[in-house]
């Protein structure tokens, strides 16, 4: 028993000079930021200066920036101990829609050596445009929805985050259509809303632009074409290019002979514009017998 005390003691005193050791090695850390995009050489900040080191001692006790991704985003002019961009940053690629985009890298030196922490943050530019994965969109809505009738779209993505997102929509002008525009936390969608009552006999077809815009300094915008299909309903009776016909015939006329030609014509569409004839003799139904409709 007094042994495994003895072992336990000596784990837990080992334990704590590991973490004393680690801790003795992490001299500073340091937070910049920098836009995305930004041109090879951009200064970030001076290393130097911001951890207190004497600039002749980056090259003597070879100073060396550690990055773990196998891109060099940074480097330092061990002569100035400027900490600069070395090649093209993309935050987009980087971070795709993460909130905060971070590169981690470490700064090592020697005799004795010493380890820093630093922490870039790569800021968003707003260097996409909204688009729309459907350029073209269709919807059908019968003539007979009444107005105040609300209608899903496909909305706008943007690589971009924050205020260089998807900010607002809007509608080409119209007759039937107003835009109604909704704002989540990280998020914004619209729906159209009919205005108007629809007459396919009047318009079959309504052509609209969708337009999406983001909140960056200048915008960017993307369009979507929207295509309206009304549908028809039944609400025409067919109507007779006359209202009134007349014919004379003579008593002896063979049978087949056409007396007279009647067109009605429906301005529905499709089942509901087929026309049926037939007739009604008014009190006369024996002369019915007498006529028939081909």
């Given at each position: 028993m007094p042994m495994q005390r003895k072992r336990g003691a000596c784990g837990y005193y080992l334990l704590v000079c590991i973490l004393d050791c680690c801790w003795k090695l992490v001299c500073g850390q340091l937070s910049y930021s920098i836009s995305e995009e930004a041109s090879p050489g951009t200064s970030v900040g001076n290393l130097a200066k911001d951890l207190n080191i004497n600039v002749q001692d980056l090259e003597a006790r070879m100073f060396q920036l550690v990055s773990g991704s196998k891109r060099q985003y940074f480097d330092t002019n061990l002569k100035t101990g400027s900490l600069y961009v070395s090649e093209r940053i993309d935050r987009e690629e980087l971070c795709a829609k993460a909130t905060k985009c971070?590169?981690?890298?470490?700064?090592?030196?020697?005799?004795?050596?010493?380890?820093?922490?630093?922490?870039?943050?790569i800021l968003d530019v707003n260097d996409n445009a909204p688009f729309f994965p459907e350029k073209l969109q269709t919807i059908n809505i019968a003539e007979s929805i009444s107005p105040g009738g609300k209608f899903g779209i496909i909305g706008a993505l943007d690589l971009d985050v924050?205020?260089?997102g998807v900010n607002t929509y809007k509608l080409s002008p119209n007759d039937y259509f107003?835009?109604?525009?909704?704002?989540?936390?990280?998020?914004?969608s619209a729906e159209l809303v009919l205005q108007k009552a629809l007459d396919r006999e009047k318009q079959p077809i309504i052509r609209l632009t969708l337009t999406a815009v983001d909140g960056g300094n200048p915008p960017k915008s993307g369009t979507s074409q929207i295509i309206i299909n009304v549908l028809d309903i039944n609400d025409n009776a067919p109507v007779f290019s006359n209202s009134l016909y007349k014919a004379s015939i003579t008593e002896n006329l063979?049978?087949?002979?056409?007396?007279?030609?009647?067109?009605?014509?429906?301005?529905?569409?499709?089942?509901?514009?087929?026309?049926?004839?037939?007739?009604?003799g008014k009190g006369q139904d024996h002369i019915l017998d007498l006529f028939q409709i081909d």
């Open positions: 971070t590169v981690n890298v470490e700064a090592v030196m020697n005799s004795p050596l010493k380890l820093y922490r630093l922490e870039i943050i924050g205020k260089n107003s835009i109604d525009i909704h704002k989540g936390r990280d998020s914004v063979s049978v087949g002979h056409t007396v007279i030609v009647l067109t009605a014509v429906d301005a529905d569409n499709g089942i509901n514009a087929e026309v049926e004839y037939s007739l009604r």
